[in-house]
T-cell receptor, first 114, second 114 residues
Framework: GQNIDQPTEMTATEGAIVQINCTYQ??????LFWYQQHAGEAPTFLSY????GLEEKGRFSSFLSRSKGYSYLLLKELQMKDSASYLC???????????????FGPGTSLSVIP | DVKVTQSSRYLVKRTGEKVFLECVQD?????MFWYRQDPGLGLRLIYF???????EKGDIPEGYSVSREKKERFSLILESASTNQTSMYLC?????????????FGPGTRLTVL
């Protein structure tokens, strides 16, 4: 089966750096997404990793280690508007089909405080 | 910009009613998805479709059906609503490419079944 774990809640200070971890177990791994979801709104795409290493995009970076089943999202220079849930999602091959499936983790609720 | 719209933001129905949730996307995406989102459980896939008139069961299809008569529209049907179907329902669409397969989400429909 598949299993994705993330911390439930995190709190960080404005201007600081925070790292949100995601661990997963899956077969047929084919990439990992990070989405941001503000309260009452739809998730929006942040990043996608399919190869090991760090992908940087402005204040946000995402890291993947396929051998360890581990990813993290790094947020730098935190702003109040970064308070949101961050969803890790794993893409893998759906059994008995040629389609991929994307399974979402439970999400991490990040609170940024002054 | 991709736009995914859902017919209602809030809906209240009674047990046993038939419920239709509509989703429309304007980017000519082949893939469309229906999820429900519950606290602590993350996003769970109900049904998805990779082409017109094509549908595949997701991870929690029981009690739901779908319809995709046109490429831009994907409907979720609750044949006989029950209280355990009270949830946030999110529709998403994506391009059927081989690379990132980023999903774009609608604003969600918060359904309450009394």
């Amino acid at each position: 089966g598949q299993n994705i774990d993330q911390p439930t809640e995190m709190t960080a200070t404005e201007g600081a750096i925070v790292q949100i971890n995601c661990t997963y177990q899956t077969s047929g791994f084919n990439g990992l997404f990070w989405y941001q979801q503000h309260a009452g709104e739809a998730p929006t795409f942040l990043s996608y990793n399919v190869l090991d290493g760090l992908e940087e995009k402005g204040r946000f970076s995402s890291f993947l280690s396929r051998s360890k089943g581990y990813s993290y999202l790094l947020l730098k220079e935190l702003q109040m508007k970064d308070s949101a849930s961050y969803l890790c999602a794993v893409r893998s091959l759906r059994e008995k089909t040629s389609y991929d499936k994307v399974i979402f983790g439970p999400g991490t609720s990040l609170s940024v405080i002054p | 910009d991709v736009k995914v719209t859902q017919s209602s933001r809030y809906l209240v129905k009674r047990t046993g009613e038939k419920v239709f949730l509509e989703c429309v996307q304007d980017m000519d995406h082949e893939n469309m998805f229906w999820y429900r989102q519950d606290p602590g459980l993350g996003l769970r896939l109900i049904y998805f479709s990779y082409d017109v008139k094509m549908k595949e069961k997701g991870d929690i299809p029981e009690g739901y059906s779908v319809s995709r008569e046109k490429k831009e529209r994907f409907s979720l049907i609750l044949e006989s609503a029950s209280t355990n179907q009270t949830s946030m329902y999110l529709c998403a669409s994506s391009f059927q490419g081989w690379s990132t397969d980023t999903q774009y989400f609608g604003p969600g429909t918060r359904l309450t079944v009394l």
